[in-house]
């Protein structure tokens, strides 16, 4: 059955839904402005050190240049195959659906939950940076999500750009297998054009174009020619590796026809087998209108990637296979909460199967509630346009849904299928937030709720001993923006304190634990006594529980009490009270009483043995370790590095890139407030630095003490 309804404007395979992403500063934002100029939808190029940029529309992310939230803009493109050339889908007009992510680590909630919804991605690389830490986080996220990709080497036109460099960088440290299909000619100033690998011609663009419209396709000549007849080998061998048919032509023939190349290229790509690369500078204007072409040609349409397998909420070893079809029962997933100012809270969807109409009611398996769609917008950045309905593997926002979190299904009536949602890292940093008025009071309650809810990254809670309100996020920049944004958007004035550090604890050696609740007021009693024994876990595993009572010690009807406890016990650890993790507990002994003995008993039992417990158990301090990575002219390397030293820092590894010294070390974040100001001072402002959380690590003795203070008083 043709899955196209006949009412849709862009039929399921000349669609695509990709997503643009890389580390902070790779190009992101200002190749995407290029894609809608180039495709038509905007008629003046801004640039992102403007404030100008199409998809960096909020205030914070003009003043900063930087992207803070994934923006999604639709377009379209025509592939115009010149003569003796070889496009997949000439003459054919696609839909384009792009999600421009952040590459800021503070903000990989966006790009987590933007890739879960893709069919396809660019990822962009800065052609003097290479390989950058915040590139591999991304990189392992599309490859969570088994998403198809495009590698995009940007800024050819920079001092040090070397394309080969980067290309072996994306082999070495990424495990990808790699082909060129786009190589640039020349680099720095002398960068010209690009070397097109499959049709063995040269595009040239015109210096006197500044908006890179006009280019000229010629043949290659000299050493151009010798490069792409070895890249066009190396492509074959790659294809023919991974592909069947391409393969069988090749050992018939090694002349396999171009076209047979492409299908098979196209193949091996969606299959995430291959990974074709391109080179060129969106800044300087070149190469991306045939960046464009190999994403139609490449990256997938919503039909060719595997059909979405979800579960039957009350059976989760269920399988639901969710087609991608318009006639199918509809089903989408939320990926995305936005407090809109005009319209109020706008919930972001991708359609896996199905139709969706204003005015049609949805049902969320998780609620196991129905709402009505008031309005239906496709979004083009910060401008919202109605549409009557959407289809299989649109990507939208619907206005009306008042119960829906991030990651929840959306599905019709009584559908009970529940899609993967995204996952999302936890919080690594706080402070504490206050309104400066008592007018303020309900007014931050209920911004923070909402920023909250379009945040999974951004957690509100209230401190029980001093009545704080602490707001948990990403790192300082995070809650500088959230803290911009109550002012500016909730016109909220707050007071904020010194951030606080998400620090936890453990144990280190076996220790057991004895734990008894006995009380006799008159009346029925309480009574319960739970003998533990906890020891290490494994890094990462968290909690484990064993239950090795025999003979009915403790009935089985408390056990569920007794894991109950025993969780609660390590939400307070006895150091601080901050969280335990990776402990795993044997549930050995205990005692009960048939007439006072309940649940609550021996959950109280339960937390009363994990506490004698941990004070037998070697409980340890630790803190989140931040991977710093600094990049800064050689001449500061030494005072860089003798920085990082002071703040408690482990140096990694050194490198040498184009006058550049990347420094790599592991520091505790607690020694990383303020590093943004340090590091520009002492570089004279031509550093940079970047950071992702690592791992936790014992908090050394000397500073065990400073940390309980400062948590108690």
Same mark, same amino acid.
Request: with cysteine; charged share 25%.
């Given at each position: ?30 190749? $995407? ?5 180039? =495709?038509?939808?905007?008629? !003046?190029?801004?640039? %992102?050190? *403007? #404030? +100008? ?47 421009? $992510? ?5 903000? =990989?909630?966006?790009?987590? !939950?933007?890739?879960? %919804?893709? *069919? #396809? +991605? ?592």
């Amino acid at each position: 059955m043709n899955p196209n309804s006949p009412n849709r404007n862009y039929v399921l395979d000349r669609t695509r839904n990709i997503g643009i992403a890389a580390h902070i500063d790779a190009g992101k934002t200002t190749l $995407t402005e290029r894609i809608l100029f180039y =495709t038509g939808m905007i008629h !003046r190029i801004g640039e %992102v050190h *403007d #404030g +100008a940029a199409t998809t960096d529309w909020m205030e914070q992310e003009r003043e900063r240049g930087i992207t803070i939230t994934s923006a999604a803009v639709t377009t379209e493109w025509w592939q115009h195959a010149e003569e003796g050339a070889v496009k997949l889908f000439p003459e054919l007009k696609h839909c384009i659906n792009i999600i421009d $992510t952040p590459g800021h680590v503070d903000f =990989t909630a966006e790009v987590e !939950r933007s890739l879960r %919804v893709l *069919d #396809g +991605a660019i990822v962009v690389f800065c052609g003097v940076a290479g390989v950058q830490p915040q590139t591999e986080t991304v990189w392992r996220q599309a490859s969570k999500y088994k998403v198809p990709r495009i590698v995009f080497v940007n800024k050819m036109d920079r001092t040090g750009a070397d394309f080969n460099r980067v290309y072996g960088e994306v082999q070495e440290k990424l495990g990808a297998k790699t082909v060129r299909i786009l190589i640039p000619i020349g680099s720095e100033e002398n960068l010209r054009g690009q070397i097109d690998v499959v049709n063995q011609k040269a595009i040239y663009y015109s210096d006197d174009d500044v908006f890179g419209s006009t280019y000229s396709i010629e043949e290659l000549e000299g050493d151009l020619k010798l490069e792409a007849k070895d890249a066009l080998e190396e492509l074959i061998h790659a294809v023919a590796d991974e592909d069947d048919e391409v393969g069988e032509a090749f050992l018939e023939n090694e002349n396999v026809p171009l076209e047979l190349l492409k299908q098979g290229l196209r193949r091996a790509t969606i299959a995430n087998k291959i990974v074709p690369v391109a080179g060129g500078s969106a800044f300087k204007n070149k190469g991306v209108q045939y960046l464009l072409d190999a994403v139609i040609d490449y990256l997938p349409s919503p039909l060719e990637i595997p059909s979405v397998i979800g579960m039957d909420p009350s059976d989760e070893s269920v399988e639901i296979e969710v087609k991608t079809s318009d006639h199918e029962k509809f089903v989408a997933l939320a990926f995305k909460l936005w407090a809109d100012k005009f319209v109020g809270k706008l919930v972001f969807f991708r359609v896996y199967s199905g139709v969706i109409k204003k005015g049609d009611t949805v049902y969320n398996p998780r609620t196991r509630r129905s709402e009505r769609v008031g309005r239906l917008i496709k979004i083009q950045s910060d401008q919202h346009t109605d549409v009557e309905a959407c289809y299989a593997g649109d990507i939208a926002a619907m206005v009306g849904l008042k119960n829906v979190t991030t990651g929840d299904t959306l599905a019709a009536h009584s559908y009970d299928v529940v899609l993967e949602p995204p996952t999302f890292p936890e919080p690594v940093i706080s402070m504490a937030v206050e309104p400066k008025t008592k007018a303020d009071q309900e007014k931050l309650a209920n911004a923070l709720g909402r920023l909250s809810e379009e945040d999974p990254t951004f957690a509100v809670k209230t401190d029980e001993e001093t009545g704080q309100t602490i707001i948990s996020g990403m790192g300082e920049l995070h809650l500088e923006i959230i803290v911009d944004r109550l002012r500016r958007e909730f016109k909220v004035e707050a007071n904020t304190g010194a951030p606080q550090i998400a620090y936890r604890e453990t144990i280190t050696v076996e220790a057991k634990g004895e734990g008894k609740l006995i009380k006799q007021s008159g009346g029925r009693g309480q009574y319960g006594h739970v003998i533990i024994c906890v020891r290490p876990n494994e890094k990462g595993k968290g909690l484990t529980i064993e239950n090795k009572v025999i003979g009915g010690s403790i009935p089985k009807e408390y056990i569920n009490a007794v894991n109950k406890g025993i969780g609660e016990a390590m939400t307070n650890g006895i150091i601080a009270g901050y969280p335990v993790i990776d402990v795993q507990v044997d549930i050995l002994d205990g005692s009960y009483h048939e007439v006072d003995s309940n649940e609550n008993a021996f959950s109280m039992a339960a937390i009363f043995a994990m506490r004698d417990a941990f004070q037998k158990a070697g409980a340890v301090l630790l803190e989140p370790v931040m991977a710093v990575e600094v990049s800064t002219p050689d001449e500061y390397q030494g005072d860089v590095m003798g920085d990082l030293n002071r703040r408690r820092g482990q140096i990694q590894n050194m490198e040498s890139k184009a006058n550049l010294s990347i420094v790599r070390a592991n520091v505790p974040l607690k020694e990383m407030f303020g590093y943004s100001t340090a590091v520009r001072t002492l570089s004279s402002g031509r550093a940079s630095y970047a950071m992702t959380p690592s791992h936790f690590e014992q908090v050394p003795t000397n500073i065990v003490e400073e940390i309980v203070s400062d948590r108690l008083y």
